[in-house]
Nanobody, 119 residues
Framework: QVQVVESGGGLVQAGGSLRLSCAAS????????MGWYRQAPGKQRELVAA???????NYADSVKGRFTISRDSAKNTLYLQMNSLKPEDTAAYYC?????????????WGQGTQVTVSS
């Protein structure tokens, strides 16, 4: 059973910074990608940023230039450095871990960590 645990959320003023961490453990298969998603009240969950096993990353347009995703592959730990935070970044942030073998893929989610940006 894969365990995914996020940390690092909190309350910050607009313009401030936060760093989220996500630790994954227990996977029998290789980790193909890891990513951060967020969900604000009344809205659908959306991709914030993701990074593949070969280091390729992609970002939502709304966070480009402000957020940076990184990964410690040896520790299966994911990070999200969030700078110049805006009130619209307020949401629950979820870590996604995608593992697999061959053509099979399995998705695992953490419980989420709340990020609140005050204006």
């Amino acid at each position: 059973q894969v365990q995914v645990v996020e940390s690092g959320g909190g309350l910050v003023q607009a313009g401030g910074s936060l760093r989220l961490s996500c630790a994954a453990s227990g996977s029998s298969f290789s980790v193909k990608s890891m990513g951060w998603y967020r969900q604000a009240p009344g809205k659908q969950r959306e991709l914030v940023a993701a990074i593949t096993s070969d280091g390729s990353s992609n970002y939502a347009d709304s966070v480009k230039g402000r957020f940076t995703i990184s990964r410690d592959s040896a520790k299966n730990t994911l990070y999200l450095q969030m700078n110049s935070l805006k009130p619209e970044d307020t949401a629950a942030y979820y870590c996604n871990v995608r593992t697999g073998i061959g053509a099979l893929r399995y998705d695992y989610w953490g419980q989420g960590t709340q990020v609140t940006v005050s204006s």
